[in-house]
């Protein structure tokens, strides 16, 4: 069955980067759109990048400049590069996989989510 690990969050001081990285199984990959998500304590959980199958990316726009979505599909995982962090940015992450074709199109899988904290 599919799986998503991510991996590469913890604790950094604003102003700090981190790389996150989500590693599928389930032979899925390449035909998913990938997306990252994030829920903060009390909050609904948001997108935060999404990447198509032909490396079509999107970005929310508080985003867009500091995080950088990507994918390797040889290695079947996606990166999340965030920069600049604050701590608004202070989230669970997650990895989401859509799968856009074959037997199962239309079927979405999460991970179990990697803490992000940023704090002074």
């Known amino acids: 069955q599919v799986q998503l690990v991510e991996s590469g969050g913890g604790l950094v001081q604003p102003g700090g980067s981190l790389r996150l990285s989500c590693a599928a199984s389930g032979s899925i990959f390449s035909r998913s759109t990938m997306g990252w998500y994030r829920q903060a304590p009390g909050k609904q959980r948001e997108l935060v990048a999404s990447i198509t199958a032909g490396s079509i990316t999107n970005y929310v726009a508080s985003m867009k400049g500091r995080f950088t979505i990507s994918r390797d599909n040889a290695k079947n995982t996606v990166y999340l590069q965030m920069n600049s962090l604050q701590p608004e940015d202070t989230a669970v992450y997650y990895c989401?996989?859509?799968?856009?074709?074959?037997?199962?199109?239309?079927?979405?899988?999460w991970g179990q989510g990697t803490q992000v904290t940023v704090s002074s």
């Open positions: 989401n996989a859509r799968q856009t074709s074959g037997l199962f199109a239309g079927s979405e899988y």
